[in-house]
């Protein structure tokens, strides 16, 4: 009787147990489907840096004082950063002001001066050496415009090469500074035609007038007038000259190179500072090839990383370049992938050249979806599917996703508002299975 009724107790021990564990099923977290905006994006490394830089070069020839800026100094823009020495430039000023001071007294004694065999001789020689002048002007301007010419061509060239990634930057800048020196130097030797034209024009005149009219000596007034007129045109080439003495960064931003750092003669073009302009930062992002198909110029991009010390931005794509690269990954892996810019705006946030950034290239939205958590859906049997709970079990539902990211899986079929489903299916559920919620 002890045995039975000991039997009869562990069977009924047993049944209670099974019926007990069969009644709390496995514990699931079950939530109802979302209608929120589902985002597919690329999430890439990005780091800041200057979509434009500057050569700062020397105007005129002359002297330059030493540059006290170091490289990472920053600039305002028209903020002085190179002095050339004025002395000589002031003192020739001087000495072409003191010549026009004696031309305009030399008009007093007009009325009293009279023309002579030696100041035709002289107009004469006036008139042949302004011509030689005019010659050799031409001759200098000529010679420079087909280098110019070829300059421009070279920089041209040089640009798209370093678009095509066959050159360096540094090679541009290098052809750039002769570009720019040689358009300042075709822009000075064209002031020195036109002077010396102007000079030729005033002789002939003051030649003619003296040859015809050898008793009335009103063309020594105009002769005068010519040389004050030729002096002046000099002077103003001196007085801009000076003008550019002041070297001045033509925009805000940090010094990328120093060029020149003690005190030396240089001629006019010589490179002296790279300036690189803050408000033209921007953020370059190598992307996976097979990826980089699906972002356009003007996506949306979020930007967030430590710098941004929580904060999150809002950039566009602006770029994509045309071909693409190997890279080793930080797995050792090679891989191709395609350089993608990014504009922002940099305004209250500073960020500096170089900075590490974490973005987000959003190709694809999906606003008022219904959605559920991407952990929500595998697959199984080749088909995308959820589990759903329906009278306290686990039952296999096949769905057609749309977009889908880290956080949000779209359901386009499949699933209506009212269901509810298991969040994060376990791998002991199956269709069927009882479940509790946790």
């Given at each position: 009787m002890k045995r039975i009724v000991w039997a009869v107790v562990l069977v009924a021990f047993i049944g209670g147990a099974v019926v007990a564990f069969r009644g709390r099923g496995v514990p699931v977290e079950i939530v109802?489907?979302?209608?929120?905006?589902?985002?597919?994006?690329?999430?890439?490394?990005?780091?800041?840096?200057?979509?434009?830089?500057?050569?700062?070069?020397?105007?005129v020839s002359g002297?330059?004082?030493?540059?006290?800026?170091?490289?990472?100094?920053?600039?305002?823009?028209?903020?002085?950063?190179?002095?050339?020495?004025?002395?000589?430039?002031?003192?020739?000023?001087?000495?072409?002001?003191s010549l026009v001071a004696r031309a305009r007294a030399g008009i007093t004694g007009v009325d009293e001066a009279?023309?002579?065999?030696?100041?035709?001789?002289?107009?004469?020689?006036?008139v042949t050496e302004m011509a030689d002048a005019l010659g050799i002007a031409r001759k200098g301007r000529a010679a420079i415009a087909v280098n110019f010419g070829e300059a421009e061509k070279a920089y041209t060239r040089a640009k798209n090469l370093v678009t095509d990634g066959a050159v360096s930057e540094s090679y541009l800048d290098e052809v750039e500074a002769r570009y720019k020196a040689l358009g300042q130097s075709l822009e000075q030797a064209a002031l020195q035609e036109e002077a010396a034209a102007k000079a030729l024009s005033q002789a002939e005149i003051a030649s003619k007038r003296l040859a015809g009219s050898v008793d009335d000596n009103e063309y020594m007034r105009d002769d005068i007038h010519a040389q004050i007129e030729g002096l002046d045109a000099q002077l103003s080439l001196l007085r801009n000259d000076l003008k550019k003495t002041d070297v001045c960064a033509p925009v805000a931003g940090p010094v990328l190179e120093k060029l020149v750092d003690s005190r030396r003669v240089l001629q006019a073009g010589t490179p002296l500072l790279r300036i690189g302009?803050?408000?033209?930062?921007?953020?370059?992002?190598?992307?996976?090839?097979?990826?980089v198909g699906r972002v356009k110029a003007g996506d949306e991009v979020e930007i967030g990383g430590k710098a941004l010390q929580g904060k999150t931005l809002i950039g566009t794509v602006s770029r994509i370049y045309p071909s693409g690269f190997m890279k080793i990954s930080s797995l050792g892996v090679e891989q191709q992938r395609v350089k993608t810019i990014v504009e922002f705006e940099n305004a209250g946030i500073d960020l500096r050249p170089g900075t590490s950034v974490d973005l987000k290239i959003i190709t694809a939205e999906s606003a008022d979806t219904l959605a559920v958590p991407d952990r929500a859906a595998f697959r199984r049997e080749g088909q995308w599917?959820?589990?759903?709970?329906?009278?306290?079990?686990?039952?296999?539902?096949?769905?057609?996703?749309?977009?889908?990211?880290?956080?949000?899986?779209?359901?386009?079929?499949?699933?209506?508002?009212?269901?509810?489903?298991?969040?994060?299916?376990?791998?002991?559920?199956?269709?069927?299975?009882?479940?509790?919620?946790?």
């Open positions: 109802a489907p979302s209608v929120v905006t589902v985002r597919d994006y690329i999430a890439e490394d990005g780091k800041t840096r200057l979509g434009n830089e500057f050569t700062v070069a020397m105007p002297t330059v004082d030493r540059i006290d800026l170091e490289v990472g100094d920053l600039v305002q823009k028209d903020q002085c950063v190179a002095v050339v020495d004025r002395y000589e430039i002031e003192q020739r000023i001087r000495e072409l002001e009279k023309p002579k065999a030696e100041d035709l001789a002289s107009s004469d020689i006036r302009d803050l408000e033209s930062i921007e953020i370059e992002s190598d992307v996976l090839s097979e990826e599917s959820v589990f759903r709970v329906i009278d306290g079990r686990a039952v296999l539902t096949p769905v057609t996703l749309g977009l889908r990211n880290d956080e949000w899986a779209e359901i386009t079929k499949g699933l209506s508002a009212e269901d509810r489903i298991i969040a994060e299916p376990k791998n002991e559920l199956e269709d069927g299975t009882r479940v509790t919620e946790s």
